[in-house]
């Protein structure tokens, strides 16, 4: 149901190493937001952008950025990655749905990222 | 505080069998409520959305339910799976139709045992 692709699917990497976590969505819709999820856990929202060249930060302090400079592509980057950021990192998109009248979200198949 | 708590944390069910899945919000203003499943490593799927005026609504096998005066949503699964299997999570929206800010359940990890 849901255009929306994330990749790497699972990253393992070194303490200190810098990384790029792709997001991708072929809908259209200008939202797109990055979510943290620990096990057992809510979801907490890192970042979001309402459209190209717009990106906010979200409740969870995050020492994470990210870019907007194509509305369908919204990567996510870590510039030095530290086992404290060891989690899964979900992207979604929101829009009009034809069937609700309230904007459905959808989310990508997310990243597990491990940071040894 | 804003707040979306889910009951029970974990359940374990023959398959066959029903169970129901209870949301608790103190979300205020209150816009609509959704139901997410989330399979382990995966990424949520959109199961209802229901706005204050709904008071059930459901897809397929799964049923939710909404009392916006005592801010209390339940999801009734019927004649459960084994592909049941999977955490499901209540979303509260604060704003209109368009996404406004959302309050994530902890989810509730569902095993249905064959």
């Known amino acids: 149901e849901a255009d929306i692709y994330q990749t790497p699917r699972y990253l393992v990497i070194g303490t200190g190493k810098k990384i790029t976590l792709e997001c991708s969505q072929t809908?259209?819709?200008?939202?797109m937001y990055w979510y943290q999820q620990d096990p057992g856990m809510e979801l907490h929202l890192i970042h979001y952008?309402?459209?190209?060249?717009?990106?906010e930060k979200g409740d969870l302090s995050s020492e994470s950025t990210v870019s907007r400079i194509r509305t369908e592509h919204f990567p996510l980057t870590l510039e030095s990655a530290r086992p404290s950021h060891t989690s899964q990192y979900l992207c979604?998109?929101?829009?009009?749905?034809?069937?609700?009248?309230?904007?459905?979200?959808?989310f990508g198949s997310g990243t597990q990222l491990s940071v040894l | 505080k804003n707040q979306v708590e889910q009951s029970p944390q974990s359940l374990i069910i023959l398959e066959g069998k029903n169970c129901t899945l209870q949301?608790?919000?103190?979300?205020?203003?209150?816009?609509?409520l959704r139901w997410y499943k989330q399979d382990t490593g995966r990424g949520p799927v959109s199961l209802t959305i229901?706005?204050?005026?709904?008071n059930t609504k459901s897809n397929g096998r799964y049923t939710a339910t909404l009392d916006a005066d005592t801010k209390q949503s339940s999801l009734h699964i019927t004649a459960s799976q084994l592909s049941d299997s999977a955490s499901y999570i209540c979303?509260?929206?604060?704003?209109?139709?368009?996404?406004?800010?959302?309050?994530f359940g902890r989810g509730t990890q569902l095993t249905v045992w064959p």
């Open positions: 979604a998109s929101s829009g009009p749905d034809s069937r609700e009248k309230n904007e459905k979200l959808f």
């Open positions: 809908m259209g819709h200008d939202k």
């Open positions: 952008s309402y459209g190209v060249n717009s990106t």
């Open positions: 949301c608790n919000y103190t979300v205020s203003p209150f816009s609509n």
């Open positions: 229901m706005t204050f005026s709904e």
């Open positions: 979303v509260v929206s604060d704003r209109g139709s368009t996404l406004g800010r959302l309050y």
